[in-house]
Antibody, heavy 121, light 107 residues
Framework: EMQLVESGGGLVQPGGSLRLSCGVS????????MSWVRQAPGKGLEWVAN????????YYVDSVKGRFTISRDNAKSSLYLQMNSLRAEDTAIYYC??????????????WGQGILVTVSS | DIQLTQSPSFLSASVGDRVTITCRAS??????LVWYQQKPGKAPKLLIY???TLQSGVPSRFSGSGSGTEFTLTISSLQPEDFATYSC?????????FGQGTRLEIK
């Protein structure tokens, strides 16, 4: 059974940092692009970042460039999102998702249950 | 960035109704569009990819159509488990973008 389980969320002050993790099972992580997608309270979905199978290519939405870093450890079946200089507008549920990509065209076929990140003083 | 606009944003319907949700792209995205279903407190679920191909396991009452800039998701006969929020997503180019969502509620 395919499973993606996020951890590391919580309450952080503006300007602070947080590292999200996503442990996967039921498929071989090294065979897939992976992504983070977020959803602010009561809002729509927003793609955050993608990373290629070997980590050699990474893409980010403009609003997080320079502040967030996506990474992976295929040996540990884990995906990460390092979030620095957090802002109130980063408050959201963060989903880890498996990406099915052809070139740079990616859809998200399996998702974790999500983890809440709250940025507030 | 490619903007996706869904209409309506909110839809009230009854079990057995046929409903259609529209997703309009700000530029031509060919058939690089997918649809997701999301229930409260749950992760999105992939329903349709390549604008009109049903994901494995999705009931045949769901269908998608369109290409270019206008797309539709149709549910032919609403079932109680279909009341949820539906979102479109374009995968034509970065940044990947989603529509704002259409909330489908029971009348």
């Amino acid at each position: 059974e395919m499973q993606l389980v996020e951890s590391g969320g919580g309450l952080v002050q503006p300007g602070g940092s947080l590292r999200l993790s996503c442990g996967v099972s039921g498929f071989t992580l090294s065979s897939y692009w992976m992504s983070w997608v977020r959803q602010a309270p009561g809002k729509g979905l927003e793609w955050v970042a993608n990373i290629k199978q070997d980590g050699s290519e990474k893409y980010y939405v403009d609003s997080v460039k320079g502040r967030f870093t996506i990474s992976r450890d295929n040996a540990k079946s884990s995906l990460y999102l390092q979030m620095n200089s957090l802002r109130a507008e980063d408050t959201a549920i963060y989903y880890c998702a498996r990406a099915d990509c052809i070139s740079t065209s990616c859809l998200f076929d399996y998702w974790g249950q999500g983890i809440l990140v709250t940025v507030s003083s | 960035d490619i903007q996706l606009t869904q209409s309506p944003s909110f839809l009230s319907a009854s079990v057995g109704d046929r409903v259609t949700i529209t997703c309009r792209a700000s530029e031509d995205i060919d058939s690089y569009l997918v649809w997701y279903q999301q229930k409260p407190g749950k992760a999105p679920k992939l329903l349709i990819y390549a604008a009109s191909t049903l994901q494995s396991g999705v009931p045949s009452r769901f269908s998608g159509s369109g290409s270019g800039t206008e797309f539709t998701l149709t549910i032919s006969s609403l079932q109680p488990e279909d009341f949820a929020t539906y979102s479109c997503q374009q995968l034509n180019s970065y940044p990947i973008t989603f529509g704002q969502g259409t909330r489908l509620e029971i009348k």
